[in-house]
């Protein structure tokens, strides 16, 4: 069987690629190196992703602690093994590069979903990961009252202790909620429809090219 016709990951597909390219060195080690060390297994596979991971996740830290003002975006959803996950972002002023970026931060499993509940999954998840949480200045959810009331939401919990982090209902949820009551009425559903056709349409030209 040719190698090229066996599937065996990406990961050792670009160590070959590495070798292909030149690097006698890896591989001279997968081709000779003790069996039980060639670090290609599943296990190493995940420990390398999971340590790539920590580096990029401690870089954004640095770059938020340094321009000591950040918001924070959060949303819940249940992932395919119907466990409630807390994706929580961040939104900041890269000093580096000279403009506004907005990074994920991490996963996280929600189980008190009540406004106290999340406020303090999201609290704990920047003081976990080193986050000066004296730097807050913003807080950008769903509309969900959860998230967003102005008595027991999270965002209020937050703002008890960090008053200088106002909410802003998420733009992104905003316009989904906009284009899904606009398209109860019957003439923008045609004409969204009409659209989504005609970049089918180009599409299946480009790819017969």
Same mark, same amino acid.
């Given at each position: 069987?040719?190698?090229?016709?066996?599937?065996?990951?990406?990961?050792?597909?670009?160590?070959?690629?590495?070798?292909?390219?030149?690097?006698?060195?890896?591989?001279?080690?997968?081709?000779?190196?003790?069996?039980?060390?060639?670090?290609?297994?599943?296990?190493?596979?995940?420990?390398?992703?999971?340590?790539?991971?920590?580096?990029?996740?401690?870089?954004?830290?640095?770059?938020?602690?340094?321009?000591?003002?950040?918001?924070?975006?959060?949303?819940?959803?249940?992932?395919?093994?119907?466990?409630?996950? %807390? &994706?929580?972002? $961040?939104?900041?002023?890269?000093?580096?590069? #000279? +403009?506004?970026?907005?990074?994920? /931060?991490?996963?996280?499993?929600?189980?008190?979903?009540?406004?106290?509940?999340?406020?303090?999954?999201?609290?704990?998840?920047?003081?976990?990961?080193?986050?000066?949480?004296?730097?807050?200045?913003?807080?950008?959810?769903?509309?969900?009252?959860? %998230? &967003?009331?102005? $008595?027991?939401?999270?965002?209020?919990?937050? #703002? +008890?202790?960090?008053?200088?982090? /106002?909410?802003?209902?998420?733009?992104?949820?905003?316009?989904?909620?906009?284009?899904?009551?606009?398209?109860?009425?019957?003439?923008?559903?045609?004409?969204?429809?009409?659209?989504?056709?005609?970049?089918?349409?180009?599409?299946?030209?480009?790819?017969?090219?």
């Amino acid at each position: 069987m040719n190698i090229n016709d066996f599937n065996d990951g990406n990961f050792r597909a670009l160590l070959r690629f590495r070798v292909d390219s030149g690097d006698t060195t890896l591989g001279e080690h997968l081709k000779n190196g003790p069996r039980n060390s060639l670090y290609t297994s599943p296990g190493i596979q995940n420990d390398i992703i999971s340590i790539c991971g920590e580096i990029i996740k401690s870089k954004i830290v640095q770059r938020v602690n340094a321009a000591e003002c950040f918001s924070v975006l959060a949303d819940e959803t249940t992932d395919i093994g119907r466990i409630e996950q %807390m &994706s929580v972002c $961040l939104r900041y002023y890269d000093q580096k590069d #000279k +403009k506004i970026r907005e990074d994920f /931060l991490e996963f996280t499993p929600a189980v008190d979903l009540s406004g106290k509940g999340l406020a303090t999954l999201i609290m704990g998840c920047l003081q976990k990961n080193s986050i000066h949480c004296q730097f807050l200045v913003g807080q950008g959810y769903d509309g969900a009252s959860a %998230m &967003s009331g102005y $008595l027991h939401g999270a965002q209020e919990y937050i #703002k +008890k202790d960090f008053p200088m982090a /106002l909410y802003v209902h998420c733009s992104a949820h905003s316009l989904n909620l906009a284009l899904a009551n606009a398209c109860s009425l019957p003439s923008i559903r045609n004409c969204i429809s009409t659209i989504q056709t005609v970049g089918t349409f180009f599409s299946l030209i480009g790819s017969k090219k």
